[in-house]
């Protein structure tokens, strides 16, 4: 067989990757740097696209340089962090201003104003998102309004808007090419994940000329090539997807109502749903997953924003552990939390409650309360709060899952995965390549290139490390229904 490797660019938060994978779907070569945050207010958070660029070129350059030559990569696939936004001058290259990352706050009371008018409904209609800072309009207008000149270039033309994937393109083919893909189209609340168009509504809501835009693509074709001079060779880009959809298709999520968890900071979760987009009642976001040819497949996405960091919470500010494996022994060392209660609300509670004003609330304690008994309740509120988000994605879709693909730092503790299973009764699926995002986008390229065959091909060699049955037998209802209880005691506690 022809030797060869897909290479995949994971742009994330505070790191930028490169993984050189193999035929089998293995890890090769492997480099990442991290690059400076920068907060310039309170709520405020930026990266300079350069430092985004540079970083990812020097990871790019060291992964391939691991190989013996450069034409081994016969695709290149790219994942980012996404709805995080840039605009910068089509003649010059030159940014306007830093990229304004999607965990910043600054436009929240704009987008309240947006909420306010009434347009709530509408934006949920056309995009399956909810109203937020989050997402890449709000952060658009703000560089419009705010930025010296930032307006009268885009009103001639003169300004490009990108997330993450396109700025890595743009800079890639030495500005000779500007595009996105449908799950990043799909996270900046302006395209229409129904019509598949950027939408003029939209667009007038939030002030922004269509000049900005980025032409949007397909996520698995030939895109263009690397300009040569940038990397010393021409290979072709052939994959683009944001990175919680390539985790999807790198946990091979393929089919309706396949479900991932991505276990880190927080919990990411996302349902494949199949070619129809459902707009959720449980305020989750309806996103588009990926489009292959003309097959368009959605996911319900829901989060939980404090999952691994409540760990790193016991280990940091309560100092009672060391390091975060320590936790699975410790929680097996006793047979319950005794009647412990854990809601980790430290940065409010994401869907199904929404409540920006919640805060962590410990419950239950009593003298024999333990540091393992808050340190199980601790791993146990991250499995409650997945399995709360997961139980709104079966209401909204009405099929109840079967087994569930995982991954992220936290998906190594055995004890946490255990009781998951337990918890949904249902599989959980633990991968031997658990950096999915990154294999997502590889598949993806490697499939436009004909480096893989077909997702049948793919689904042959994607192995299980370890699977963690459900318990059947195991009674958990009256546990669940005190967690719930916990829940309502944290919600009445902010009112
Ligand atoms: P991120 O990509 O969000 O930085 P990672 O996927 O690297 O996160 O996972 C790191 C998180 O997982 C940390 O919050 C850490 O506390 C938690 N974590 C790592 N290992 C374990 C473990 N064995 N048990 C429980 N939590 C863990």
Known sequence: MEQGYILAIDQGTTSSRAIVFDRNGEIKEIAQKEFRQIFPKSGWVEHDPEDIWNSQLEVLNDAIGKLPQK??????????????????????????????????????????????????KTIQEKTGLIIDAYFSASKIHWI???????????EKGQLAFGTV??????????????????????????????????????????????SLLPEVKSNSEVYAE???????????IAGIAGDQQAALFGQLCLDQGMVKNTYGTGCFILMNIGEKPIISKNKLVTTIAWKIGDEVNYALEGSVFIAGAVIQWLRDEMKLIQAAPETEEISQSIKDTDGVYFVPAFAGLGAPHWNPKARGTL???????????????????IAFQSRDVILAMEHDSGS?????????????????????????????????????????????????????????????QWQVDKKFVRDSKKELDNHISNWNKAVKTVNFWTK
């Open 71 to 120: 034409d081994l990569i016969k695709g290149i696939g790219i994942t980012n962090q996404r709805e995080t936004t840039l605009l910068w001058n089509r003649e010059t290259g030159e940014p306007v201003y830093n990229a304004i990352v999607w965990q910043d706050r600054r436009t929240a009371d704009y987008c309240n104003e947006i909420a306010e008018q009434g347009f709530d």
């Open 363 to 381: 419950l239950g304690l009593s003298r024999g309360t333990k540091p393992a008994h808050i340190i199980r309740a601790a791993l146990e509120s």
């Open 144 to 154: 419009l309004e705010n930025v010296d000149g930032a307006r009268e270039l885009a």
């Open 400 to 460: 109840k899952i079967k087994e569930l693909r995982v991954d992220g730092g936290a998906a190594l503790n055995n004890f946490l995965m255990q009781f998951q299973a337990d918890l949904l009764k249902a599989d959980v699926l633990r991968p031997k390549v658990t950096e999915t995002t990154a294999l997502g986008a590889a598949y993806l390229a490697g499939l436009a290139v004909g480096f893989w065959k077909d997702t049948h091909e793919l689904q042959q």
């Open 226 to 236: 690397t300009s040569p001079a940038i990397i010393g060779s021409a290979i072709p």
């Open 165 to 210: 994937d396109s700025w890595l393109i743009w800079k890639l083919t030495e500005g000779k090419v500007h595009i996105t893909d449908v799950s990043n189209a799909s996270r900046t609340m302006l395209y229409n994940i129904h019509d598949l168009t950027w939408d003029k509504e939209l667009l007038e809501i939030f002030d922004i000329p269509a």
